[in-house]
């Protein structure tokens, strides 16, 4: 019996949020639900895609993903783009590492978001003035070309807003 990996199966995250473009805003966490994968909520990506063909090869699926996310969040202001202020929710695959794509609290946190990608950072208030710690985004913090990390002072890892919407693009 001869057998061929189809092919393997990597959990991207896929942002339901009907935005299509790039995202900055500031938001709060309200709820996360996780799903174990093959659940009613969490359909199991495997279970369709491993089947024998007519000659008799053996098709399989491989996955390392862990379940399934759902984020319920309410948008408060918004830097750039168009999310409305209100609520939004963010569903998702989990990876292999089972790590949540937001935060568990309801502080108020810094996302930037696109098709496909989601990141992070914390908004604390300063010396009486909002600010991020952009230092914080995994995955680079370039917004619309603008590289936020670069706005931090000195070995400062944090940037007030006002400094960020001085330096992005005229809200659209």
Not at 130 to 153: M, N, P, T, Y
């Amino acid at each position: 019996m001869k057998i061929s990996l189809l092919g393997v199966v990597l959990a991207l995250a896929t942002c339901t949020v009907a935005n299509a473009q790039e995202s900055l805003f500031v938001a709060h966490v309200e709820r996360v639900t996780l799903e174990p994968r093959g659940g009613q909520y969490c359909a199991d990506p495997c279970a369709a895609n491993s089947h024998r063909g007519r000659d008799g090869t053996a098709y399989v699926c491989v996955s390392n993903e862990g379940g399934c996310e759902k984020t319920e969040f309410v948008v408060d202001r918004a830097l750039l783009g168009d999310m409305q202020p209100g609520p939004h929710s963010f569903d998702t695959r989990i990876g292999e590492w089972g790590g949540t794509h937001f935060p568990i609290t309801h502080e108020p946190i810094l996302v930037h978001m696109k098709p496909g990608f989601v990141e992070w950072a914390p908004v604390t208030v300063k010396d009486g003035r909002e600010v991020a710690q952009v230092k914080a985004f995994r995955h680079g913090g370039i917004v619309s070309g603008v590289d936020l990390r670069s706005l931090a002072d000195g070995n400062e890892d944090s940037v007030t807003l006002n400094v960020l919407i001085e330096h992005l693009p005229t809200r659209q």
